[in-house]
């Protein structure tokens, strides 16, 4: 697409949603603000407040191990594929962002466990990690988990009614400050938790279902068409150019919009989404990453001559096209069918072992008194 030509199927709104990233992590920061303030929560309106500190406490320890173990996990095997050369086919696929997440081996044996522990640090560090590029948000979620726990450590006396205000008031203050990769999802998502269990607001919703179907519904609608506010050259097409327009007026000044909207539309979808019961069936239906997809799409492939031509003159860089239509056609499907199968049996077997290894920690750093009989799945 450009300034002259129409779009893609994949570069309209709504469809574009499938394949664009951002509004996945402000999805993450809203779950995580959502999932690590429930229980907390729960037990602060009850007046179980003990509880309440005591369930942050140790929440906040073992954060520091649910995030980091799976990531040193997931880190090692890709390394280990890395150096067999599994994503040597990739390194010519004809896709620009397929070949700069696909890293490359080591020049030796040695100086492969160097990267391997070297990545192992710069994925907190920096945020970089060459075997796996989408642990940077690693960093910026657990910053959000933090900011939750201290945010909870500080209102867990407070009445329900005035701390959903106060948090009301902490999302405003992140969607002024700029933070939009995090900052203000999290609130959103600490917002939500307290309006679900709040009893008020389940009788009003109750009481007023048309409202509710009709809300939460335009909530949605309106929320992936923020999600799909393009990162580049929104003015290239009216509706985002529109958008463009409209941030211009909503949005604080001097700030990414491609941020701003993705944020804002993940914030409008889970909202629709919590107050709607038809919507939390279907996307909680069970049938509702990478390089066997790029040796499949890429592999049947042959790279185009290289170099200089019969005259002297440089070639272009050869990239390997996508295979048949046909094998596209029926590889993407079976890819995605693979990938859940392999993230089923990560749940099975992986982070279970995770949350034993983070519970042993605890057991041995924790005092007598404070420790608890099984892990805790979420927390």
Not at 194 to 210: G, K, L, N, Q, R
Request: charged residues 15%; proline residues 6%; positive net charge.
């Amino acid at each position: 697409m450009s300034d002259k030509l129409p779009p893609t199927l994949f570069q309209l709104p709504f469809i574009r949603c499938l394949v664009m990233g951002r509004a996945s992590v402000a999805i993450f920061a809203l779950v995580t603000g959502y999932v690590n303030s429930l229980g907390p929560l729960k037990r602060s309106r009850a007046g179980n407040v003990d509880a309440a500190l005591s369930g942050i406490a140790k929440s906040a320890f073992r954060r520091f191990g649910r995030f980091m173990i799976p990531a040193m996990v997931a880190t090692t095997l890709s390394w280990l594929t890395c150096q067999f050369g599994a994503y040597n086919v990739a390194h010519f696929a004809d896709s620009q962002w397929i070949r700069d997440t696909s890293p490359v081996p080591s020049s030796s044996f040695a100086g492969a466990f160097y990267d391997l522990f070297r990545n192992l640090g710069t994925t907190w560090i920096d945020g970089f990690n060459t075997y796996d590029r989408i642990q940077w948000t690693l960093t910026y979620l657990l910053y959000g988990s933090m900011m939750t726990y201290l945010s909870l450590f500080a209102l867990v006396y407070v009445k329900p009614r005035w701390r959903m205000a106060i948090v009301a008031g902490m999302f405003y203050f992140k969607w002024k400050s700029g933070d939009a990769l995090v900052g203000f999802n999290i609130f959103c998502g600490m917002f939500l938790a307290e309006a679900s269990i709040d009893p008020d607001v389940a009788s009003f919703v109750a009481a007023h279902p048309y409202l509710q179907a009709i809300g939460s519904a335009t909530l949605i609608i309106l929320g992936l068409f923020c999600c799909s506010y393009p990162e580049e050259n929104p003015e290239w097409a009216r509706w985002s150019a529109k958008l463009l327009d409209l941030g211009h007026w909503i949005f604080p000044h001097n700030v990414e919009f491609a941020r701003y909207y993705p944020g804002m539309g993940a914030d409008m979808v889970a909202t629709g989404i919590m107050f709607n019961a038809t919507a939390k069936t279907i996307l909680s239906h069970r049938f509702l990453c990478w390089m066997v997809l790029t040796w499949v799409l890429f592999g049947s492939s042959v790279r185009p001559p290289q170099g200089n031509d019969q005259n002297g003159n440089q070639l272009p860089p050869g990239w390997l096209p996508l295979a048949n239509p046909w094998i596209v056609t029926f590889a993407i499907p079976l890819f995605y069918a693979f990938v859940y199968r392999v993230a089923g049996l990560w749940a099975q077997y992986v982070d279970p072992w995770c949350t034993n290894v983070t519970q042993r920690f605890e057991n041995m750093v924790f005092r007598e008194d404070a420790k608890v009989d099984k892990p805790l799945l979420l927390s």
